[in-house]
C-alpha cells in the first residue's frame, strides 16, 4: 500500500483470478494497493468508518481492514460456512453476511452484532441458496438467491427487529441472482448474467427502473457509492461493478448505465466496493 492511500477515496476489487484484492484511487483508478493471503475474496463491503469487509469464501471468515491500511485489524470466523457477500448496517452498524451454503445444506444469513463476537444466524427453509444482501436505510436487509425444489429466483426481506424472512415477488425475470445495495431511493438488485441492476420497491417487489452495464459480462458484487457525509441521501450517480469475463472493473453512471466510464484490470473480477477518506 503506498504511504498516500489513506488520503484518497479508495476503490476495492477481490479478484478470483489471483485470490488477491486490489485497491484504486476512486475515481481515477490509480492502483496504489494490493491485499493478500485470500483464499477467495468475494463480496466486500464497508461501514460509517470507512473500513472494509472482505468476505473470504475459501477460507470460512471475514476479514476487516482499515481504510488504506495493509494489514488486518479484525478477522472474524464464518466456520461451517461459504460466504458471499455483506452489508453493514448503518443505524446500527451490525454486519450482515450472506453465506451461499453450509458444509451440511443450505445457506443462512448470519449477524455479527457491531461487527464483532460470534453471528447470529437466520434462515429460510425455502431458500435452497442465498447470493447476496443490502441493507437499508432504515435497518431492514434485502437478499436474493434461489428457492428450495426448482431454482427459480428468490427475492426477500429480513425486516428490522424480525427473525423471520418476507419473500417478495418481483415482477421481473432474472437469469442468477446479483449483488443487493440501497441506492438512496430503491433497492438495486442485479442480474449477474445480464449485466443488468433493476431498482425495486422493497415493500411491493414493484421493478421501478433498470441500469444497463454496457460492455459489462458476468456482474456479481456491485458497488453504489451513498452521497457524503453531511449531503442529503438521494439516488446515486455512480455505480462501480465488476465485468469477470472481461477480466475488469469499473464506474458507470447510474442509473442511466451505458458504456463506462473508467475501467481497470483485475482477473477474474468478483466484488467492488468504495471506501471514502474521512
Given at each position: 500500500m503506498t504511504p498516500d492511500a489513506k488520503s484518497h477515496d479508495l476503490m476495492y476489487a477481490s479478484s478470483l483470478g489471483t485470490d488477491d484484492v486490489y485497491v484504486y484511487?476512486?475515481?481515477k483508478g490509480k492502483l496504489v494497493g494490493t491485499l493478500t493471503g485470500f483464499g477467495g475474496p468475494q463480496g466486500m463491503c464497508v461501514d460509517a468508518k470507512g473500513d472494509v469487509f472482505i468476505v473470504d469464501?475459501?477460507?470460512?471468515?471475514?476479514?476487516?481492514?482499515?481504510?488504506?491500511?495493509?494489514?488486518?485489524?479484525?478477522?472474524?470466523?464464518?466456520?461451517?460456512?461459504?460466504?458471499w457477500d455483506c452489508s453493514v448496517d448503518a443505524t446500527t452498524g451490525n454486519l450482515a453476511v450472506a453465506n451461499i451454503y453450509s458444509a451440511s445444506g443450505p445457506g443462512d444469513i448470519a449477524i455479527y452484532a457491531n461487527a464483532q463476537g460470534s453471528p447470529t444466524s437466520y434462515s429460510d427453509p425455502s431458500l435452497a441458496y442465498?447470493?447476496?444482501?443490502?441493507?437499508?436505510?432504515?435497518?431492514?436487509?434485502?437478499?436474493?438467491?434461489?428457492?428450495?425444489?426448482?431454482?427459480?429466483?428468490?427475492?426477500?426481506?429480513?425486516?428490522?427487529?424480525s427473525a423471520a424472512f418476507t419473500n417478495i415477488p418481483v415482477t421481473q425475470s432474472f437469469e442468477q441472482?446479483?449483488?443487493?445495495?440501497?441506492?438512496?431511493?430503491?433497492?438495486a438488485v442485479g442480474d449477474e448474467e445480464a449485466g443488468v441492476i433493476y431498482q425495486i420497491d422493497g415493500t411491493g417487489g414493484t421493478v421501478e427502473g433498470s441500469t444497463t452495464l454496457s460492455g459489462a459480462e458476468q456482474v456479481y458484487q456491485f458497488w453504489i457509492p451513498t452521497a457524503k457525509k453531511g449531503k442529503k441521501e438521494n439516488?446515486?450517480?455512480?455505480?462501480?461493478?465488476?465485468?469477470?469475463?472481461?477480466?475488469?472493473?469499473?464506474?458507470?453512471k447510474y442509473p442511466a448505465g451505458g458504456l463506462p466510464?473508467?475501467?481497470v484490470t483485475d482477473q477474474y473480477a468478483f466484488g467492488v466496493t468504495l471506501s471514502r477518506v474521512k
Open positions: 484511487t476512486y475515481p469464501n475459501a477460507n470460512s471468515d471475514i476479514v476487516e481492514y482499515a481504510h488504506g491500511g495493509k494489514k488486518p485489524i479484525a478477522t472474524l470466523s464464518d466456520a461451517g460456512y461459504y460466504p442465498i447470493y447476496f444482501c443490502g441493507y437499508d436505510n432504515a435497518g431492514n436487509l434485502y437478499l436474493d438467491g434461489l428457492y428450495a425444489g426448482n431454482y427459480s429466483f428468490a427475492f426477500a426481506e429480513l425486516p428490522v427487529g441472482p446479483g449483488g443487493v445495495q440501497w441506492d438512496g431511493k430503491y433497492v439516488q446515486a450517480s455512480k455505480v462501480l461493478a465488476p465485468s469477470q469475463d472481461n477480466n475488469e472493473a469499473g464506474i458507470w466510464i473508467k475501467t
